[in-house]
């Protein structure tokens, strides 16, 4: 059975931009091993005649129609802006200084 | 030269926006130069609670992109969250396809200075546009905060995904010119590169001539024109070349395009991730495309740009060379079967759209959709040519008053005094005219110089304002200097 260490922990949450402290850290790494160890149980099913499948919500081609409907009004877009400029929402610089 | 040693290898990834009217999982509409952030919805600002819902057209129209490309289609595909954090990606991450692509492998067709070249399609994936950073710097590097509209955010785009196949930066170019013919041909994209709505990044590595194992490549970004694809390439090409030749390495990265300085610089963002952490979608489920769906689009794919080139040589007689440029633009190809519908001398008309056609085009940069100039009312230039009420000189003017004004060249022919001269003693009043004012070449051709005649029936032409009849003008004149000899 594979199983997780504190630097994959590590490296996942700073993947997902969490900022963990040790004891975060130490903690995860118990959780998430537990769900390795469940994980593995399903390895005991039989899934000889079972097609793999990527989604376990029944059916497919849940489509619409290409029909443009009412957007928000620009007021309601900005209400969780941190930072507003004429209509656009302004982020810190994006590139790293040489 | 350096480049000369090596073999160049080249991979584009193409995206293309789809013309569906609202965008991939929500309505918001896709038009393009609206207010910022006037097109954006709960979904496509990534509120939490919010769910997509997929757009039918924009299968189709991916559907209709792979057929055009001969790929596979597949049977049954999904999406996948593709995680990353930036700017522009309002959820962190993209609802894209990993694993299983709506279509397999293709390939396209084009030329290369005569030669035929095939490159092969890898994939083709169905995706959503992130939105649209404006800096506040001249460029992204110098920009201390950026400015995020959303309208973009969601629009469909297919991502065609090419195989290493292309040897040139010139390859790459036409490649990336075929590929935004064929997706207008088929309508499922109007491939505007100055709007963004069609783009590309270039993968590109050098390996020694002979080699079969790919140097380590650099990926360039930000080209924005398809002179821009050639020029980035030709320059990574040259600085790989001159790293590989000091015996150093290529460090893997993502360098970006800078038109103005004719350079790539290394683009080291600090939300690069390199680790997308595909999963399925747990939000979409599959698409399962039954082979009618497919056929019925099948069916409904229009003439394509290989099959119109043969059927205009073939059909039309018309030389290669006419039948590739014409073929080239979809525009044109449709503009050239409308003037043939009504005229039938298929290589005149070819000649004059290739000719002063492309020429006005060109020097007042319109598209040849907006082009005033109905198709028939060419037809019916030609026409007028052809009976002789108008020279070929003539012709030329009335065009361009078409052009100008749209107005049908009849009324133009009227309103100008246009109509050729074939009246004989007006045309005979003017040779004599000519003969009477040039002693001097009427001399020289009664002395035998034959050559002088081309000027002498020049200055009929020109005595008569283009209005003439030539070959009238060419006979009289003939005449009138045959029975000086006489004299």
Redesign the interface.
């Known amino acids: 059975m594979s199983t997780i260490d504190r630097k994959t922990v590590y490296r996942v949450a700073d993947?997902?931009?969490l900022y963990l402290t040790d004891d975060e850290i130490e903690q995860m790494t118990v959780s998430l091993n537990k769900i390795l160890e469940f994980e593995e149980q399903l390895k005991g099913v039989n899934t000889d005649n079972v097609e793999p499948m990527?989604?376990a919500?029944p059916?497919?081609?849940?489509?619409?129609?290409?029909?443009?409907?009412?957007?928000?009004p620009?007021r309601e877009?900005?209400l969780?802006a941190p930072d507003e400029?004429?209509?656009?929402?302004?982020?810190?610089?994006?590139?790293?200084?040489? | 030269m350096p480049l000369n040693d090596y073999t160049i290898v080249i991979g584009l990834e193409v995206h293309a926006e789809l013309m569906?009217?609202?965008k991939l999982f929500?309505?918001?509409?896709t038009s393009f130069g609206s207010?910022?952030?006037?097109?954006?919805?709960?979904r496509?600002?990534g509120?939490p609670g919010t769910l997509p819902?997929?757009?039918?057209?924009?299968?189709e129209y991916a559907v209709k992109a792979g057929l055009a490309f001969d790929c596979d289609i597949s049977k049954y595909s999904?999406f996948d969250r593709k995680?990353y954090?930036?700017?522009d990606l309002s959820k962190a991450y993209q609802i894209s396809q990993f694993d299983?692509p709506i279509c397999g492998k293709g390939h396209v067709e084009f030329y290369v200075g005569g030669e035929k070249k095939v490159v092969g399609i890898n994939r083709i994936h169905l995706e959503e546009e992130a939105g649209k950073?404006?800096?506040s710097g001249a460029t992204?590097?110098d920009?201390?905060?950026?400015?995020?509209?959303?309208n973009r955010c969601g629009i469909p785009l297919i991502e065609i995904v090419s195989e290493p196949d292309m040897r040139s930066p010139e390859e790459a170019r036409i490649y990336m010119e075929t590929l935004r013919n064929i997706l207008r041909y088929v309508a499922v994209s109007d491939c505007k590169m100055e709007e963004g709505s069609l783009r590309c990044d270039a993968n590109i590595s050098l390996m020694p001539k002979g080699a079969t194992k790919y140097g380590t490549r650099t990926e360039i970004k930000n080209m924005n024109s398809f002179r821009a694809v050639q020029k980035a390439l030709e320059y990574e090409a040259l600085r790989h070349a001159k790293i590989l030749d000091r015996g150093e390495k290529i460090v893997q990265e993502t360098r970006t395009w800078d038109d103005i300085a004719g350079i790539t610089a290394s683009?080291?963002?600090?939300?690069e991730?390199h680790?997308y952490?595909y999963f399925?979608e747990?939000d979409?489920?599959?698409?399962?495309l039954t082979d009618e769906f497919i056929d019925d689009i099948k069916n409904g794919l229009p003439e394509l740009p290989v099959a119109k080139f043969h059927r205009y040589v073939d059909e039309y007689e018309l030389p290669e060379y006419d039948a590739e440029l014409i073929t080239a633009d979809k525009d044109l190809a449709e503009y050239f079967e409308a003037v043939i519908a009504n005229y039938k001398d298929y290589k005149a008309v070819s000649n004059w759209l290739m000719g002063e056609f492309m020429r006005l085009v060109n020097e007042q940069s319109v598209e040849i959709s907006e082009i005033k100039v109905k198709p028939e009312d060419l037809a019916m230039m030609f026409t007028l040519q052809e009976k002789g009420v108008i020279s070929s000189k003539i012709a030329k003017t009335v065009f361009e008053e078409m052009f100008h004004s749209g107005k049908d060249p009849e009324t133009i022919v009227k309103e100008k005094g246009l109509v050729q001269i074939s009246d004989a003693s007006e045309i005979e009043k003017i040779v004599l005219d000519v003969i009477e004012k040039n002693p001097g070449p009427v001399a020289q051709y009664l002395d035998g110089k034959e050559r002088v005649l081309g000027f002498l029936v020049g200055q009929v032409m020109k005595l008569s304002k283009g209005k003439a009849n030539p070959q009238m003008a060419n006979d009289y004149l003939r005449a009138a200097l045959a029975k000086m000899v006489k004299n």
């Open positions: 993947l997902a931009r990527a989604q919500v059916g497919v081609n849940v489509m619409r129609e290409d029909v443009v409907e009412n957007s928000l620009l877009v900005m969780n400029v004429e209509g656009f929402f302004r982020v810190p610089r994006i590139i790293e200084k040489d | 569906t009217k609202s929500c309505g918001c509409s207010e910022a952030n006037s097109q954006v919805c709960p496509c600002l509120l819902v997929l757009n039918k057209k924009a299968v999904k995680n954090f930036y700017p299983q950073s404006v800096h992204i590097s920009s201390e905060f950026s400015l995020e509209d959303y683009m080291r963002s600090k939300e991730a680790d952490r399925p747990p979409l489920v599959p698409i399962v």
